[in-house]
């Protein structure tokens, strides 16, 4: 759980960073007052786009095959064994 938090945390940050470090290296400072607000939307677009990208094909992957039958968590001897699908 914590590591789909932070892949999807990742995927949010990265367009202002990106934006940000486009700033430093054209203007030499990435200060709020170089921050224009259609620069900020589109970053905010891509930031959100790129959000529901990961969760689509993150989400995608863990998918079970068709007739596949989910065996909840368990402990086997003292062992937590998570849920899996069979």
Do not use: C
Request: aromatic letters at 12%; proline letters at 8%.
């Amino acid at each position: 759980m914590a590591r789909s938090l932070l892949i999807e945390l990742a995927l949010f940050l990265t367009p202002f960073l990106l934006y940000g470090a486009l700033l430093i290296a054209t203007k030499g400072s990435a200060v709020p007052a170089n921050w224009s607000p259609r620069a900020l939307a589109i970053t905010a677009a891509a930031a959100v786009a790129l959000v529901a990208l990961g969760l689509f094909f993150f989400e995608h992957g863990r998918v079970a095959p068709p007739g596949a039958h989910y065996v909840p968590a368990q402990t086997k001897d003292g062992v937590f064994v998570p849920g899996h699908f069979e």
